[in-house]
């Protein structure tokens, strides 16, 4: 996927990574605190919101593997749309 980005999303696609994931136009992370310490209002918003995101996509998988046991051990590799459809999303 990561080679071929263009494969999996289209152009308004992304995904929210924390901050292990690099940037790019596909991965938004969050701000990083500034050398100086001082992170813009609107930044700190930004990161607030993106946070609450994760921990409820989260929580969702949670529930989904609570639900769905079977989710538990699924380790399907998706390399193209034809993987994708293969576990039905």
């Known amino acids: 996927m990561?080679?071929?980005?263009?494969?999996?999303?289209?152009?308004?696609q992304y995904l929210l990574g924390d901050l292990a994931y690099a940037p790019s136009h596909i991965i938004i992370s969050t701000y990083k605190k500034p050398q100086n310490g001082l992170i813009s209002a609107e930044n700190k918003q930004f990161?607030?919101?993106?946070?609450?995101?994760?921990?409820?996509?989260?929580?969702?998988?949670?529930?989904?593997?609570?639900?769905?046991?079977?989710l538990k051990s699924l380790w399907i590799l998706v390399k193209n749309?034809?993987?994708?459809?293969?576990i039905g999303i």
């Open 2 to 12: 990561a080679r071929n980005p263009g494969q999996y999303f289209s152009g308004d």
């Open 81 to 86: 749309k034809y993987d994708v459809a293969k």
């Open 47 to 70: 990161n607030y919101k993106h946070v609450n995101a994760q921990v409820k996509i989260e929580h969702c998988i949670g529930i989904l593997k609570g639900r769905f046991q079977s």
